[in-house]
């Protein structure tokens, strides 16, 4: 069919039910990713060496071990106090807020998983916004994009650059060191953060409409 061989069309329908799983989250994605594995193996898409041969790949070695770091801090309650620390820092003005949050946030996602950080300082940041009265879209949208720049600052920050730096190395090139993106992650963390009125000019584009528009516009 189509000119596909029998193992080309199995492996197009393990793929599209393994996204129809990862996108409506029937089943953990932990198990997803096994029953994946499984079914290759199962079908004959792949022996039992290539099959398994991703659990001795470096890059997936190491996003396990960031997902097994990032519930340790959740777990042992380290996460919340790095970010009450973070929340006492960052003062009563919103710029010292932003200044404080956004590098704070970007250093934290390039050794964990940004999800992780996220959840954890959206707690923290709502607070900080609720008792020194300021608006939380000037807080939030800063802080959601200190995350994803803070992935560009070390290899591990995003499976990517990981798995550029494997391919790197099977071509008999030399690998990625660990900080080898830092001065692009740190150059557009610091451009970004170092201008915090832009930022929440910004971000808090919608605060500055009246209050008539807000309780009129349809897209308020």
């Known amino acids: 069919m189509f ?18 799983l990862f996108v409506t989250e029937w089943i953990r994605t932990d198990v997803v990713a096994v029953m994946i594995v499984i079914a290759l193996y199962v079908t004959h898409v792949l022996d039992a060496k290539d099959a398994l041969s991703g659990f001795s790949s470096e890059p997936a070695i190491v996003v396990a071990g960031i997902f097994v770091l990032s519930a340790s801090l959740h777990v042992t309650g380290l996460s919340d106090t790095i970010g009450n620390w973070i929340g006492r820092l960052a003062g009563n003005s919103l710029g010292r807020a932003i200044a404080v949050i956004m590098p704070s946030v970007a250093l934290l996602s390039a050794f964990t998983h940004h999800v992780t950080t ?51 190395q099977q071509s008999g090139r030399a690998g990625l060191g660990i900080f080898s993106i830092a ?4 150059a557009l963390s610091l451009e970004i953060t170092g201008y915090p009125s832009e930022t929440a000019h910004f971000t808090g584009a919608f605060d500055r409409i009246s209050p008539g528009c807000q309780r009129t516009c349809s897209w308020s």
Do not use: H, W
């Open 183 to 186: 001065p692009i992650g740190l």
């Open 118 to 168: 996220t959840a954890m300082m959206v707690p923290v940041t709502l607070d900080l916004a609720r008792e020194r009265k300021m608006p939380a879209s000037k807080l939030l949208m800063p802080m959601s994009f200190a995350a994803s720049l803070g992935t560009a600052i070390t290899i591990i920050g995003a499976p990517a650059f990981l798995i550029a730096s494997n391919t790197l």
């Open 3 to 20: 000119g596909l061989s029998p193992q080309q069309i199995l492996f197009l329908l393990i793929l599209v039910a393994a996204i129809v």
